[in-house]
């Protein structure tokens, strides 16, 4: 059975399933040159941690050959004491949770690398540094003064009296190419940068893609496009909706784009509703778009301000656009963490990570022909290649276009009218809204496809793929005309693994995952919580599986 609940970062929406219970990764040989691991009775042993009297001597079972601080996992004993059945380290050493290696009191990191899971539910907790388990909950230990979750129900303790934290970035490294249906075939491996490593731990997903989310405002309504299916309405509400975003945590969030107020989708047996989450916003105009940040917070576009909504519901003024911009009509975070802001035309403004002056960036005029009536920027999406992709939709709405802003700020177009038609025949307008990008690089965006307040439900859901190529995914879908705020689209995805490792000495977090069964293009997606506040770093890529 899946968890019904959603994820997205970069563009991207997922339906998680529970991840296994948790058990820590050994280090394997073949791609760690530094792991004392070794096959017995086969090998010759070297010398290991521990005086060698401490050693069992009974040769016939492998296993039996481990000593102090060392694992055996398959037939394997693994020098790291960290892992849940390895022995205990010798008389008057310690457990270095982040080296595995047993040493002298006064020089460990000591706290424990065990998850363990707590609760008897079909998605228990998973209880790990920093916390414990209490009525079937995780709780803070005397060092925290919090607990925090990630998407996995994997828990941790944060504003910890630890040395640990600080984290300043995660990045992970590009995966191999696995074989499908492979155990253990995805190798995953992250660096972590941080003032102190001591008590961090990464979580390692890998996902692929499964339906798409879009929203219409005619419709009033949340669409669900499975990948290969059709169209169903899957949250249906009684005032034109906007904006379209979920939270780290997997929860759907859209807005109510004249009323200024944002709701959340709650699943509850498979059938999602909505409530009301905040707002009004402030200000006045019309709420065109939200978008979740790096910090994990929200933010919103309306009339010509941009707010910041953080978890507990305080709402805060980020920026406010020049008044020539009109209004404003799109928003999403660049690879350095700046948040650009698309005015009505021709400008795309940018906020820097941290600041509140808002500036010019990219001024898109070169990117629809002479005599184009009320062209706008509308949905920004952030690719996988580092930059950002933008879609226009004019009133004159043959005209509108597909484009990215180079790494150099200059607007290179991408897709119009000639390119859909090739692959969609019988297309007639162009007028993009929503962008946003599935595991294996392919652009999804919508099309309203009309040429007026018609209120036909003409708008297409297409494809372009890596190659270029165009292709249809969706249609049916009635966008609203003239305001086109809706259209928003999200990449819905399975959780197909996942595995929570400590970050070893030097920064580095590996493990390895199961290969899934079908060939194609995955994601893997990487977490790391900061036990000093509690905030989530996160980085993603995609895995090749033949």
């Given at each position: ?27 394997d ?27 069992p ?11 102090p ?6 037939r ?14 010798g ?50 230990t ?41 155990s ?17 731990t ?43 975003a ?52 929200l ?7 941009v ?9 805060t ?42 500036a010019r ?5 070169p ?57 969609v ?22 099309n ?24 249809l ?24 693994g ?16 199961d ?8 994601q ?23």
């Amino acid at each position: 059975m899946k968890r019904g609940t959603l994820w997205v970062a970069a563009g991207l929406l997922s339906c998680a399933e529970p991840g296994p219970a948790f058990t820590p990764e050994p280090r394997d040989a073949s791609v760690d040159a530094s792991a004392q691991d070794r096959v017995a009775p086969d090998l010759p042993r070297p010398d290991s941690q521990g005086p060698v009297g401490d050693r069992p001597t009974d040769t016939s079972d492998p296993c039996a050959l481990c000593g102090p601080g060392e694992v055996c996992q398959a037939r394997r004993c693994l020098a790291d004491c960290r892992f849940e059945a390895a022995r205990p380290c010798g008389e008057g050493t310690v457990c270095d949770f982040l080296a595995g290696r047993c040493t002298a009191p006064g020089m460990a990191c000591l706290l424990t690398g065990t998850y363990t899971n707590c609760g008897r539910g079909e998605f228990p907790y998973r209880c790990g540094p920093g916390s414990r388990c209490e009525a079937e909950r995780c709780v803070v230990t005397e060092a925290c003064r919090r607990v925090v979750c990630d998407a996995t129900n994997a828990c941790r303790g944060a504003d910890c009296m630890i040395p640990g934290g600080g984290v300043r970035s995660v990045t992970l490294e590009a995966p191999p190419e696995s074989m499908a249906g492979m155990s253990a075939g995805v190798r995953v491996r992250a660096r972590v940068e941080a003032e102190a490593l001591c008590g961090l731990t990464a979580t390692f997903e890998l996902r692929g893609d499964d339906a798409l989310y879009v929203s219409a405002g005619n419709d009033q309504a949340i669409w669900r496009i499975p990948l290969g299916g059709a169209p169903s309405r899957y949250v249906m509400d009684s005032s034109p909706v906007s904006g379209l975003a979920a939270d780290r945590t997997g929860t759907l969030y859209y807005a109510r784009v004249e009323e200024g107020t944002i709701h959340r989708v709650r699943v509850t047996g498979g059938t999602a509703t909505s409530e009301r989450w905040v707002g009004p916003l402030p200000g006045s105009g019309n709420l065109a778009r939200i978008t979740f940040g790096p910090d994990g917070d929200l933010y919103a576009v309306r009339g010509l301000g941009v707010y910041r909504v953080a978890r507990d519901l305080t709402v805060t003024s980020v920026a406010t656009v020049e008044s020539l911009a009109g209004f404003t009509t799109g928003l999403v975070f660049d690879r350095d963490g700046a948040l650009l802001v698309a005015g009505f035309w021709p400008w795309v403004y940018r906020i820097p990570a941290g600041a509140t002056a808002i500036a010019r960036y990219v001024d898109a005029t070169p990117m629809v022909p002479f005599g184009t009536v009320n062209p706008w920027n509308e949905g920004m999406a952030l690719g996988p290649d580092g930059l950002v992709y933008v879609g226009i939709f004019p009133s004159s709405s043959d005209a509108g276009v597909l484009y990215r802003i180079e790494a150099d700020r200059a607007p290179r177009r991408l897709v119009g009218l000639t390119d859909i038609t090739r692959g969609v025949s019988g297309t007639r307008f162009a007028g993009i809204h929503g962008l946003a990008f599935g595991a294996e690089g392919s652009l999804y965006f919508v099309n309203q496809n009309t040429d007026g307040d018609t209120r036909r439900p003409d708008g297409q859901v297409l494809v372009r793929r890596p190659d270029g190529s165009i292709a249809l995914v969706g249609s049916g879908l009635n966008f609203d005309w003239p305001l086109g705020f809706d259209g928003d689209i999200v990449v819905g995805q399975v959780t197909l693994g996942s595995v929570s490792v400590p970050v070893r000495e030097g920064g580095v977090a590996e493990a390895t995952l199961d290969a899934p069964t079908r060939p194609g293009t995955y994601q893997v997606r990487v977490l790391v919580t900061d036990p000093r506040g509690g905030a989530i770093s996160s980085d993603q890529g995609p895995v090749v599986v033949r």
